[in-house]
């Protein structure tokens, strides 16, 4: 498995901070038009630009979540990011600066997109390269399509460099991008069978720390997690907070690190589980 010393040179990991303008929807759409030109001719088909702004933004979101990961010309970048940093404004950025923390955690229900924190963590597969079915609700496609096509582009040098799939348990770091978390962790949950096994456990447990220990080898402090390995991966939601929650305190509690630790959750169940976890673990 690559490290970070390995990989770190391989992909640029300068953290910038995200420049954003608010577009209308005449200027998105013009964004829009150029954009499918350039993925179209990709794909060797025939642009058709009199569809309306939004069909024609829902195109480009499933286009590039087919879109292998080869480069991209420089001004297919200036104008996805102008794009795409315009909807990270629209959509709202929440600073996770602002939470109240107990013991250096926090819990928030949400997008975990619209997060500004130093990392948020990105439940992926163990190719790091995004989900390739177009306009598919899994948070590894969302994080993806929001940050840009410099994401699987990163994630493909990485794994080029390590030459086998991504391990469950660990983590790799990438830019942010269109994001306005500085950086996206990337870790591999266990997928379970038939039941929860101790196996399972461990792997989910090795997640949250590497995460955390990928963050402190980065300097970062705050980080936001997912719900890792709950939804199609098969992980009994009460049971995957009580090992997060334990995970992360245990290690807070080892390391005395100063970092910041939310707990995003999307689901009404989610948060009522976690608010409970948390009560009973204090």
Request: charged share 30%; with cysteine.
């Given at each position: 498995m690559?490290?970070?010393s390995e990989?770190?040179?391989i992909i640029d990991l300068r953290s910038v901070p995200?420049?954003?303008?608010?577009?209308?929807?005449?200027e998105k759409s013009a964004i829009c038009d150029e954009l499918?030109?350039?993925l179209l001719e990709e794909r060797n088909e025939i642009a058709a630009f009199s569809y309306p702004y939004k069909t024609k933004r829902d195109l480009i979101w499933g286009y590039l979540n087919e879109r292998l990961p080869t480069p991209v010309s420089e001004r297919f970048l200036q104008l996805q990011d102008r794009l795409?940093?315009?909807e990270t404004l629209e959509r709202g950025i929440v600073d996770a600066a602002g939470f109240e923390y107990e013991a250096g955690i926090s819990l928030w229900q949400g997008d975990i997109t619209r997060l500004q924190a130093d990392a948020v963590v990105n439940a992926a597969n163990n190719s790091l390269l995004g989900c390739f079915i177009p306009h598919h609700a899994c948070i590894d496609n969302v994080i993806h399509s929001r940050a840009g096509v410099q994401v699987r582009l990163d994630c493909s040098r990485i794994m080029g460099a390590q030459g086998?799939?991504?391990?469950?348990?660990?983590?790799?770091?990438?830019?942010?991008?269109?994001?306005?978390?500085?950086?996206?962790i990337h870790t591999v949950g266990p997928m379970v069978g038939v039941r929860v096994n101790d196996e399972d456990r461990r792997v989910l447990r090795n997640c949250y720390l590497s995460c955390l220990n990928l963050a402190r080898e980065m300097g970062l402090h705050s980080i936001a997690f997912c719900c890792?390995?709950?939804?199609?991966f098969g992980f009994p939601n009460d049971e995957a907070a009580a090992i997060a929650v334990g995970a992360v305190k245990g290690w807070l509690l080892e390391t005395g690190y100063d970092i910041r630790?939310?707990?995003?959750?999307?689901?009404?169940?989610?948060?009522?589980?976690?608010?409970?976890?948390l009560k009973n673990t204090n």
């Open positions: 690559l490290s970070l990989y770190k040179n995200l420049r954003a303008e608010r577009l209308d929807e005449d499918l030109s350039a795409f940093a315009s086998e799939s991504e391990p469950a348990g660990c983590a790799k770091i990438t830019r942010g991008y269109n994001l306005p978390a500085r950086y996206i890792i390995s709950t939804g199609i630790v939310v707990f995003d959750v999307f689901l009404d169940k989610d948060r009522a589980i976690y608010e409970e976890v």
